[in-house]
């Protein structure tokens, strides 16, 4: 059952990443990253393996250190439970990078690897997006001054 809702936290954020990817522009793609109630489903899959460890799971958030965390992922439940929150997670912060590369104007043949790339390795896909905004933006704000005359 466990392997089963390990696999199931991926194919529930699935869907909602390739609309992002290859139908940016259609509304409804729109409509659904701006909810964040799509990782509902997700969190309840993370509930379902995070509360049959859930003492041990306290313990690690409540006391962190490596060997009790490592203890935790040593536990099926465990692994699967953090393996959830990190899919809902980065569902989150690729709903929000869409949106906001909406805004920028951004290309979508620029945004869909990107968008890949934050899937399997989210911190590295969230900083270059974060550089890449911090460029575009300062770009808009100097487009945006007026140039002095005289």
Do not use: C, H
């Not at 409540?62 to 990190?86: H, K, Y």
Request: charged fraction near 15%.
């Amino acid at each position: 059952m466990t392997g089963f809702l390990f696999e199931l936290s991926f194919l529930l954020a699935a869907p909602v990443w390739l609309l992002m990817i290859f139908a940016p522009a259609w509304r409804g793609t729109e409509r659904l990253a701006a909810s964040p109630l799509t990782v509902v489903p997700i969190l309840a899959v993370y509930l379902a393996m995070a509360l049959p460890v859930f003492p041990e799971l306290w313990t690690a958030v409540s006391s962190p250190d490596l060997d009790t965390f490592r203890d935790l992922t040593a536990l099926a439940n465990g692994a699967g439970a953090i393996w959830a929150q990190v899919i809902a997670w980065d569902l989150l912060i690729g709903q929000w990078m869409y949106r906001e590369s909406r805004e920028l104007g951004l290309s979508p043949l620029l945004m869909g690897p990107l968008l890949v790339l934050t899937i399997l390795l989210s911190p590295f896909g969230l900083l270059l997006f974060l550089a890449l905004r911090a460029v575009r933006t300062a770009r808009a704000a100097r487009k945006a001054t007026p140039v002095p005359l005289g």
